[in-house]
């Protein structure tokens, strides 16, 4: 099937602000590369997992995704229209199509907007369904869709009276309102209890497949990732080092630091324990490493790493970003 | 076998809040023995919290301890004015909170801070504190040379080794720890996990370890006790609670953590929420939400009963638990509870 | 309706704000009746029962309040003078928030050269000091009533101005502008749909100080003998007892104008602090 989202070497970056010190002696402007290069395609009704640690660019490539930021460099086609120039009305278009799940139920809904303003705002602001009639009718049908049943229940609340799976099921209604094609989802579930957890996780992976969505997944826990996506792309400082299969990734991490990621996830199960396969933390995006970004923590790091940065090869099912496997 | 640092029996804390007397814990029995780990674990609400901070007398202004006994080595902490509290913290039982943003002060060295809470609490010379914190900052891993650092200057994990440094600089017989590794990445919390254990090892200190999450609790924990609304659901041995558990909700807990390895299996949600602490229902306080509910779950609270050496369940339903197990790992049997 | 009503219950519940609001509604009472409740024209002169030129009476029983040296009946004019300081209080504390939110509102959400712009002009309006600027607009342009309005609210914007732009710089970051813009919604929708009606809370905080700063800064310029000529307020009543010289010998004719400017000037930071209550979650008792 033709992917609709084609990402290619997307790279965000930002430039730190000079104090007048700085300025003074004309010292380079540091940038943080938070996204330095990524690629990767998304098909519709699929699910891609973005994992990594935080710094290593995922949450700022959800959002660029759906332009909240601007991309430095790079292409995301979606529905072969390259995104990443828009502006204006066709930017609005855009936005239409492609919706967010953000990871803090707690603050993604405005607390001064009852349930019924938070969902229709968006058919408002798109111009969509003909008449009021209609934008309640659309609006208690997305949340029959996420299970909050019987929506009139629902309508007149306020987000502070409602529990954190419920109101983030009214943020999965808000993004589910327009129908869009594409579906970032944030953490959505870090911050919400264990126990409800399962629900809000079976809701998305049902409504990518059924609505066919493209979706994207972002989490620093990869058990979380196993659950929903079918395929997975594991981050390090702003680029992708491992993208394929999720099973296959799980099962037979390559990359090094795909590796220590799986070894140092954290297991119910009393027989099998948590190892450290890495020293110290990840570096800070506005100092990336030269040669190979994970060279440094790198058990298996070979004289060509420092040097240079390695190719994405193929290797099976995936691609894997290592000098190892050239 | 093995002395008991810490026993808590009966304990209730109450909140004052506007719409009430919050029943925060209500009748929590725990223990933690020498050398020994105990888990509270459970979900938001549930007590663990308030239950840990209240044993170094950290609650709110609000709160207040409404019965029960919490006895440290022999002494009621309870009975203690605060100024003997004061006395005990870092040197008898110390904490290692959720965010080292909470610990570190940012306008000192975090030299400075250690070196301050030693000298608080004993009569060591300034440079016997120094050493003392060099040696620390040795044990959790972090170069001596930062100790005139700044906590701004120091990564997240870093950060929280500094706390932990803290919390054992006096080798205290207990230490508290309040989700420690939430907040950090997961190679990062791998060390830090790891380090924790190595670290309490080696002084022979107790722990309690606080968090809602379970694959945490099977890397660090002995014994577990699993809360739910103010009381404790079950306790005992870990290999008892993660291979024969009993309570419903422990059951249900279980299926909420998807697994990296092995089988992909279904993930269930227990549906519904926590009760209204304020004015809690009657009978069991998880019966809205257990789908083996009978009649007198909804009359009488199930009182705690020991099924094995060490485990004890409180569940009117322990006659049926192998039937209880194999259907609670069924979905059908929580979606019929209706709910969301 | 809704929040208007949930507005006075949260009012209600401060003991103080609810005394400022008793004492503004009595005032706005006043004001709007005051033609029938001032039993006498309070720029004309009174004679005594017996015939005689009412001439600094202390209060007695047809002259409440007493008469000042020109024989006119203090009550009225403390009653007529009520219309003056309520218009000058609350149509500067409404001008007064209008223009500082709006211009708190776009100069912190959009930041770059218009914040640059918008925030160096209040810092000049703020270099300004306000009773001079006031007496001296008025000097030039003559003093009425609608001058001496220009004047109050051309500076007293500053405050909300700053105060408001400052907790937009925090909204702005918060997820749900974030989700706003991903669901679409264009700059003005978030200004005035998603931000404003949080901000609200703290502006009415500054309108209700604006009420009062207002109401004294009138006062003070009317007692400076810089007010409206045509118009009876308080302050002009206190003018006349200190030109008349009659301050220590007519207790009468300057202690209720001054009661009535310090009631009403109290009940606007009264129920301003009220406010600071709600906007400021941190402040309420548990």
């Known amino acids: ?326 | 076998m093995n002395e008991i640092i810490l026993s808590v029996k009966d304990l209730k804390i109450h909140y004052a809040t506007k719409r009430g007397l919050l029943k925060a814990v209500d009748g929590v029995t725990f223990s933690v023995a020498k050398s020994q780990n105990l888990g509270l674990v459970g979900e938001s609400g549930c007590g663990k919290t308030t239950a840990a901070k209240s044993i170094l007398r950290l609650l709110p202004k609000n709160a207040s301890i409404a019965g029960g006994e919490i006895l440290l080595k022999g002494h009621d902490l309870t009975k203690l004015p605060l100024e003997e509290i004061r006395r005990l913290r870092w040197q008898e039982v110390s904490m290692i909170p959720q965010s080292a943003m909470n610990a570190l002060d940012p306008v000192y060295t975090v030299g400075e801070q250690i070196v301050e809470a030693i000298k608080a609490h004993s009569h060591v010379t300034h440079k016997e504190a120094m050493e003392r914190v060099n040696y620390l900052f040795d044990l959790v891993g972090i170069s001596p040379k930062r100790i005139n650092d700044y906590p701004h200057q120091f990564s997240g994990g870093m950060k929280q080794r500094v706390t932990i440094a803290m919390a054992l600089a006096l080798n205290p017989s207990l230490i508290l720890a309040d989700e420690p590794t939430t907040a950090l990445d997961v190679i990062v919390q791998a060390q830090i996990l790891k380090r924790i254990r190595e670290l309490q090892e080696a002084i022979g200190s107790s722990m309690i370890m606080v968090t809602h999450d379970m694959s945490v609790i099977s890397e660090t924990c002995d014994h577990v006790a699993v809360m739910y609304a103010g009381k404790v659901a079950e306790s005992g041995p870990i290999k008892a609670i993660f291979e024969e558990a009993c309570h419903p909700y422990t059951l249900g807990l279980r299926n909420a953590f998807p697994s990296i390895f092995g089988e992909a299996k279904r993930l269930i949600s227990i549906p519904g929420t926590p009760p209204n602490l304020i004015s809690p229902p009657p009978g069991c306080l998880f019966r809205p939400r257990c789908p083996f509910a009978v009649e007198i779950c909804s009359v009488q609270e199930p009182a705690m009963v020991e099924v094995s050496l060490g485990h004890r369940v409180a569940c009117h339903r322990i006659d049926k638990v192998d039937e209880i197990r194999e259907m609670a790992a069924m979905e059908e049997t929580w979606s019929k509870i209706q709910a969301v | 309706m809704n929040a208007l009503r949930e507005h006075f219950e949260i009012l209600m519940k401060d003991r103080l704000g609810m005394i400022g609001m008793a004492i503004l509604v009595s005032f706005v009472l006043i004001a709007i009746f005051a033609p029938y409740i001032a039993p006498y024209d309070p720029m004309e002169s009174q004679y005594r029962p017996d015939g005689s030129f009412a001439r600094m009476d202390p209060p007695s029983r047809e002259f409440i309040f007493g008469t000042t040296r020109m024989g006119r009946d203090v009550f009225s004019q403390v009653v007529i003078g009520s219309r003056v300081a309520l218009i000058v209080g609350i149509v500067s504390a409404i001008a007064s928030t209008l223009i500082g939110v709006n211009v708190g509102l776009i100069s912190g959400y959009y930041g770059g050269r218009i914040d640059n712009f918008l925030m160096r002009l209040t810092d000049i309006v703020y270099g300004v000091p306000f009773l001079p600027f006031v007496i001296i607009l008025v000097a030039i342009l003559g003093p009425s009533l609608g001058n001496t309005l220009l004047a109050i609210i051309l500076i007293s914007w500053r405050t909300t101005a700053r105060v408001i732009r400052s907790q937009v710089l925090t909204l702005k970051q918060r997820v749900f502008i974030e989700a706003a813009k991903v669901s679409g919604a264009g700059n003005l929708r978030i200004i005035y749909r998603h931000i404003m009606p949080n901000i609200v809370p703290m502006a009415l905080v500054y309108t209700a100080m604006n009420l009062s700063t207002a109401i004294l800064t009138e006062a003070s310029v009317s007692f400076l003998g810089y007010g409206d000529p045509l118009l009876v307020s308080w302050g002009k009543t206190l003018h006349m007892a200190y030109v008349a010289q009659a301050i220590y010998d007519a207790w009468w004719w300057v202690v209720p104008p001054g009661l009535a400017i310090t009631l009403l000037v109290l009940s606007g930071f009264f129920i301003s602090r009220a406010y600071e209550e709600i906007a400021n979650p941190r402040l309420r008792q548990r």
């Open chain 1, 1 to 326: 099937m033709e992917p609709i989202v084609k990402v290619s070497d997307l790279k965000v970056h930002f430039s730190g602000r000079r104090g007048l010190f700085q300025s003074l002696i004309r010292s380079e402007i540091k940038r943080v590369k938070a996204v330095d290069g990524v690629s990767f395609d998304i098909v519709p009704g699929e699910a891609l997992g973005l994992a990594g640690e935080s710094g290593c660019g995922k949450t700022t490539t959800a959002k660029t995704l759906v332009r909240l930021y601007k991309p430095t460099a790079g292409e995301i086609q979606f529905e072969r229209q390259n995104v990443a120039p828009l502006e204006g009305r066709e930017l609005r278009e855009f936005r239409s199509k492609a919706q967010m799940v953000f990871q803090d139920p707690y603050e993604s809904l405005n607390p001064r907007f009852k349930v019924k303003q938070i969902l229709i705002e968006p058919l408002e602001i798109h111009g969509l369904c003909s008449s009021y009639a209609e934008r309640t009718k659309r609006v208690k049908d997305t949340l029959n869709m996420v299970g909050l049943k019987p929506p009139e229940e629902f309508l007149d609340r306020f987000p502070h009276e409602m529990s954190g799976g419920q109101r983030q099921r009214v943020a999965i209604a808000r993004a589910l309102v327009l129908r869009p094609k594409l579906l970032v989802a944030d953490e959505p579930v870090s911050m919400l209890d264990v126990s409800i957890r399962a629900g809000i996780l079976n809701l998305l992976s049902e409504l990518i497949r059924d609505l066919k969505m493209a979706g994207l997944y972002i989490s620093h826990d990869l058990s979380l990732i196993r659950y929903v996506c079918q395929k997975t792309a594991i981050m390090y400082l702003g680029r992708i080092v491992e993208i394929g299969p999720t099973e296959e990734i799980i099962r037979e991490p390559r990359h090094p630091y795909s590796q220590a990621l799986l070894a140092a996830v954290p297991v119910v199960d009393l027989d099998v324990h948590s190892r450290i396969e890495v020293e110290g933390e990840a570096p800070n995006p506005i100092d990336v490493p030269p040669g190979c970004r994970f060279h440094p923590r790198c058990k298996k790091a070979l004289e060509i790493c420092r040097n240079e940065a390695p190719p994405m090869v193929r290797v099976g099912n995936r691609s894997v970003e290592c000098h190892l496997y050239v």
